[in-house]
């Protein structure tokens, strides 16, 4: 028999009694280990996307503009086209924090926001489990998550996508509808990366949830009209962007684009033989709640499930199954075992990390991450990897005065666009669509029906940049009109004899 939900005795960290104003906490430790480890030198992993380089640029011009752009003007195969920055807030930050402090500036803003959002996470787990589970939940979110720490729009979303969520479910436990001062989550979510459209569906499910609890009639009426209203002001807290609800008519676009996502590595499948810590993962969360007889709302499974479901069928999205399940479950398992609530540890050294830290402590690491962090960008000298920004090669390009339409490498678009120089094809996939991604990687490993040949001659290709093990890069080679100019580790460049 399924546990149903309701009211859960989660205190949040005992009995509120004196403490020194140099109390540390275990959230507080957290975030400043998982600060100094993405904080580094060498900007990895924050900056091994390339699309990183396109948001700075758009943020940049939404800055100089005071406008959203409503059109494509940084590729020359779709300028023209309509194309909304559905994540401007995030890319403003970034850009704001390129400026201000360059490449490093940029690792620090990733890793801030990354630290701040599983301190958070522990903090709210610690509402319902004690420390030891609850750090453990939060470690096992940072490995699942650790190949998606990327500067980029969606980490700066985590913290408001974990607020959402922890006050949807808490609203569900305490038996009434979602404060509305939750709707500000909302409103951030949606201007800050689209993953908010799921922070929608989750709001109808745990509504759902909310109903079935109820203990009768009356109580599953108010309820009902109170998620109702909720779920209305969440709609139009949903809206509330530079293109209102364009935004979420994105999300279905980008899910349109049917089998052309499979050739993109973020949105592939995980391969748990180069990441094998997740399959691990899975396996002993799968092996613990089988072995412990772990029952779970009907409701409550069915939303796991779904983040299950859309981590294994996109790699991208592991970050939503480790660090909203807990969430969603942590409830459920103090009513089923009782010992795991915060009131049964023992008083300790241990349980005294999951008070609230001390404000002496807190600002003190505040400025010491300040401190940590202007160093870094001050003289650290922090530039992306080169697999992704083979400046090299670019520098080359302009030496030696290549002008025209370039076929570059998916890879390098982001890193394109941030050089001024319009791309064949780039990381915004919902502006090229299905079709034109599939021809694209059809072409560049020569398959299809098309020739490569052909396809240069259509767009009037003067130039090709693609990374040095591509299969175009072969049979280009080979092909009469066409020189190579350079080639190093990372890239190769093609020219067209005139």
């Not at 028999?1 to 140099?22: E, I, K, N, Q």
């Not at 994105?250 to 499948?269: M, N, P, Q, Y």
Request: charged share 15%; proline share 6%; net charge neutral.
């Amino acid at each position: 028999m399924a546990v149903t939900s309701g009211l859960s005795l989660s205190p949040d960290a005992g009995v509120r009694s004196t403490h020194s104003p140099w109390a540390l906490s275990g959230p507080l430790l957290l975030g400043l280990v998982v600060f100094v480890w993405l904080a580094n030198l060498k900007g990895v992993p924050l900056l091994g996307d390339p699309d990183t380089h396109w948001h700075i640029t758009v943020g940049n011009w939404i800055l100089q503009h005071q406008n959203v752009p409503t059109v494509d003007s940084y590729s020359f195969t779709f300028t023209g086209q309509p194309w909304i920055a559905k994540e401007w807030l995030s890319q403003v930050i970034l850009a704001s924090a390129y400026d201000a402090g360059g490449w490093g500036g940029v690792v620090v803003l990733g890793a801030a926001a990354l630290a701040a959002s599983f301190a958070l996470m522990f903090r709210l787990l610690l509402r319902d489990l004690k420390p030891l589970p609850a750090l453990l939940f939060t470690g096992a979110a940072i490995a699942m998550t650790a190949p998606h720490f990327l500067s980029r729009p969606h980490v700066l979303a985590f913290l408001f996508m974990l607020w959402w969520v922890a006050g949807l479910v808490r609203a569900v436990e305490e038996r009434r509808a979602p404060d509305p001062f939750l709707l500000i989550a909302m409103l951030f979510w949606a201007n800050l990366h689209g993953g908010f459209t799921l922070g929608l569906v989750l709001a109808g499910a745990l509504g759902l949830d909310a109903l079935v609890g109820a203990c009768d009639a009356a109580e599953r009426r108010a309820l009902f009209f109170g998620w109702a209203k909720f779920g209305v002001g969440s709609l139009v807290a949903a809206c509330v962007t530079p293109y209102g609800p364009e935004s979420i008519l994105v999300t279905l676009r980008i899910f349109g684009l049917g089998d052309a996502l499979s050739a993109i590595s973020e949105w592939k499948s995980p391969n748990f033989q180069e990441i094998p810590t997740q399959e691990v993962i899975l396996l002993v969360a799968a092996y613990l709640a089988l072995s412990r007889g772990l029952k779970v709302p009907l409701i409550r499974l069915l939303i796991v499930i779904g983040l299950l479901h859309l981590f294994l069928r996109y790699v991208r999205n592991a970050e939503l199954l480790a660090m909203l399940a807990p969430l969603v479950l942590a409830p459920v398992l103090t009513r089923q075992w009782p010992s795991l609530r915060p009131d049964a540890e023992p008083k300790g050294r241990f349980s005294a990390l999951a008070r609230p830290a001390g404000p002496a402590s807190t600002f003190t690491a505040v400025a010491l991450i300040a401190l940590y962090g202007a160093g870094l960008v001050r003289f650290g000298g922090i530039e992306p990897p080169k697999s992704t920004a083979p400046t090299a090669a670019l520098e080359f390009v302009r030496e030696a005065g290549i002008k025209g339409n370039v076929f570059n490498h998916y890879g390098y678009g982001g890193f394109l666009i941030g050089a001024g120089i319009p791309t064949f094809i780039d990381g915004r996939g919902e502006l090229f669509g299905g079709d034109f991604i599939k021809q694209y990687v059809q072409a560049v490993n020569l398959r299809g029906d098309e020739p490569l040949e052909a396809l240069l001659d259509r767009y009037n290709i003067a130039w090709t940049f693609l990374a040095k093990d591509q299969p175009a890069n072969r049979l280009l080679a080979h092909l009469p009109g066409w020189r190579q100019a350079y080639s190093d580790d990372q890239a190769v460049i093609f020219v067209r004899d005139r």
